[in-house]
């Protein structure tokens, strides 16, 4: 199973320079769990960045995967992993809800870097 961090759809739905890498995970559907937090993220960066339109054609594609809802469980496992490591609430929830399914997460966000079944690569910036 794959999860694939907020800043990782982005880049994909940007066609940016690590769009590549995310494409696998993105496009095998059938491994492919999406925690309901990264809705909320991607949906609101492409709603400033291209408006409400393009962000709401992105959440449908989101919707090829498995969406995951926060509760109770995931909640406190977030909670955990936030104070263990030190991440942000929705950095902390996409790792719960990764670690929940025993996937593998995807990212070029540098706070995931080092931590056990997360695939990195950092974000390149084209001059």
Known sequence: ???????????????????????TPIEDVSQLVVPSISLLEVFKRITQQRGERDA???V?????????????SLALS?????????LSLADS???????????????????????DRVKYLGKKHVH
């Open 1 to 23: 199973m794959n999860v694939v961090d907020s800043s990782g759809w982005l880049e994909y739905f940007a066609n940016g320079a690590n769009a590549d890498f995310f494409a």
């Open 56 to 58: 709401a054609k992105a």
């Open 60 to 72: 449908t594609q989101m919707h090829g995967g498995l969406i995951i809802d926060l509760d109770e």
């Open 78 to 86: 977030a909670a955990r992993i936030s104070l263990g490591l030190n």
């Open 93 to 115: 929830v996409i790792l719960a809800t990764a670690r929940a399914y025993d996937a593998v997460l995807w990212t070029q966000d540098a706070d995931f870097k080092g931590i």
